[in-house]
């Protein structure tokens, strides 16, 4: 059933389940769909692969803990699918063969729980529209059949081999140095942009490895081309008989602004009066062009893909989301097979790189992910490239905006309300649930002209009471962690109770300014959903290591929030 068609002149970030979000969304209403769904591919292939125990876990993805169980939440998934009517009849077949090859494991679980949506993502796909599926050799080949049976194998287009890695030593095989990108289109008739990408020195060096007398290098490029010609093109010219060799002139195109207008004859004479023929040693020898290394155009885009390496550990782009893409091979792939103002979705849009590239090369988006902790750095990312007002060009989704659905969220996620809170606040939230001793987040802020940085612990309580007991820890906390203040968010209301324990832990002095500031606070979710905020200075954007400080006062509160 079709879905809903959005604002058009607004991009759309959407918090949730995007198997739910994709069937709110209009048939054939986006561009270009790249996605790179997570699965934990490092680990073992005979877990991967083996029947196991199953659990509860409805298989839904966390940010950072990519892996899909079978479960009998899957068993009951699979059944559907291949009992007919919810599913094209050959792709519920393929699920069924895959389940007799592989078994039930988490790699059959995963192509259960990515077949609606591969489903539901053509449908979304205009007539002329590119897809493209990221993904590592552990899941590319069932994928690949997978996405046949679905866009049918004539639309397959290329399988895209990206150099994701320099060198791996492994065990008793070869080293995995690359991902794949399936790269399919919805029909036969859709957007292609010939798109080149710069010259690699290798390239230079082997091929632009001649210099000419002003210095410029260049390669050598050939004047003729096989065949036999009659007229100017195949006569003899300097003593040259082409035609003996089987071949005929041919001027190329890159000197036509020196050669415009004129026979082959008068071309030739023209380029090497201009010194623009490289002439061999050996007498009787066929001259070739020169084409200088600063008239080269670049490389026409391959199917693997070298030239864009991974993001290091000192990247300005690195964000320290462990599966972050460089922007570089997004605007590849977008420049490839978009144009200005086409629309790009990204149903595990993850850390925002698609988005970011999107925004860049002016398409229109749509970024869908499932927790919130992505769905926060993403619209910090894009503060950080693009300055405030871009909240003004996009809209969330799923966001909570009143206290029942902050409530809705911490029945449904506990830990994803805490990031949701830790956020409200200006904080980063941490990235995994594990014993934080009531560091939930932290926020930082500069504290001199010198760089020094003063830390903010945020500690996050979902509980219908509040205890005195919740500032102390948080007062001890502060002191342990050496950071310089806390705050308490709290589900319910603030007691007295919590005021006054508060009031006992002291305050903090901004060396900057000598501004003073309670050392420890606390705020209730209702009040920040109101507009309040607590007592903080500048602060610095999360995730990114920024100059730029988030504004505290009530004008100017953190976009999308």
């Not at 699965?39 to 509860?56: A, Q």
């Not at 004479?269 to 002439?279: F, M």
């Not at 070298?306 to 964000?319: D, F, G, H």
Request: aromatic residues 8%; hydrophobic residues 40%.
């Amino acid at each position: 059933m079709a879905g809903k068609p959005l604002k058009p002149q607004l991009n759309h970030l959407f918090y949730g389940d995007n198997l739910e979000v994709l069937k709110g969304l209009a048939d054939e209403s986006v561009d270009l769909v790249y996605l790179d769904p997570p699965f934990n591919s490092n680990r073992s292939y005979n877990v991967i692969f083996s029947r196991h125990e199953v659990t509860p876990n409805t298989g839904q993805i966390q940010a950072f803990d990519d892996t899909w169980h079978w479960s009998p939440a899957t068993e009951a998934e699979h059944t559907r699918l291949i009992a007919g009517g919810s599913m094209p009849g050959e792709v519920g077949e393929a699920l069924y063969a895959f389940k007799m090859l592989l078994g039930e494991n988490d790699a059959m679980a995963y192509l259960v729980n990515m077949t609606p949506r591969l489903v539901e993502l053509r449908r979304v796909l205009k007539s002329t529209g590119s897809f493209y599926l990221h993904c590592d050799p552990t899941m590319s080949h069932y994928l690949k059949v997978l996405l046949d049976t679905i866009f049918g194998p004539e639309h397959f287009r290329s399988e895209i081999i990206w150099k994701r890695s320099s060198a791996h030593n492994s065990a008793k095989r070869y080293g995995p140095v690359h991902d794949v990108i399936l790269f399919y289109t919805k029909s036969d008739t859709y957007t292609w942009n010939k798109t080149v990408q710069p010259i690699g020195q290798q390239y230079i060096d082997g091929w632009y490895n001649n210099v000419d007398p002003d210095g410029r290098q260049f390669k050598r490029a050939d004047l003729t081309a096989p065949g036999v010609r009659d007229g100017e093109s195949g006569a003899v010219w300097r003593g040259i008989d082409v035609t003996a060799k089987g071949r005929h002139w041919a001027i190329p195109g890159f000197v036509g602004d020196i050669v415009d207008g004129l026979g082959t004859t008068d071309a030739l004479n023209q380029l090497d009066a201009v010194g623009r023929l490289h002439w061999p040693k050996k007498l009787g020898g066929i001259p070739q062009v020169k084409r200088f290394l600063e008239e080269a155009a670049g490389v026409a885009a391959q199917d693997v893909v070298t030239n864009i390496p991974p993001l290091n550990n000192v990247s300005t782009e690195r964000l320290g989301y462990p599966t972050q893409k460089p922007l570089a091979l997004l605007e590849l792939l977008l420049r490839s097979s978009t144009n200005p103002g086409d629309v790009v979705l990204d149903p595990f849009c993850g850390c925002g790189t698609t988005i970011d590239a999107a925004q860049k090369l002016g398409r229109r988006w749509i970024g869908i992910d499932i927790t919130y902790i992505a769905v926060d750095l993403i619209m910090k990312r894009l503060e950080h490239t693009y300055g405030n007002t871009i909240a003004d060009t996009y809209e969330t989704s799923g966001i909570p905006r009143d206290i029942g659905a902050a409530q809705a969220l911490f029945d449904r996620s506990p830990f994803d309300f805490e990031r949701w809170a830790v956020s409200l606040v200006g904080g980063q939230p941490n990235s995994k649930q594990v014993g934080d001793r009531g560091v939930d987040g932290k926020a930082r802020f500069p504290t001199d002209a010198r760089g020094g940085i003063g830390t903010v612990i945020v500690s996050v309580k979902g509980g219908k009471t509040v205890a005195p007991t919740f500032a102390r820890d948080l007062a001890g906390t502060v002191d342990a962690e050496k950071a310089q203040m806390g705050v308490l968010v709290t589900m319910a209301p603030v007691t007295s109770g919590v005021k006054s324990a508060m009031d006992h832990a002291g305050t903090y002095t901004l060396p900057v300014n000598g501004q003073v500031f309670p050392k420890v606070q606390a705020v209730s979710v209702a009040e920040l959903l109101e507009g309040a905020r607590p007592q903080l200075p500048m602060l610095l954007l999360p995730y990114i290591q920024a100059s730029r400080a988030i504004p505290r006062d009530e004008s100017e509160a953190i976009p999308g929030l």
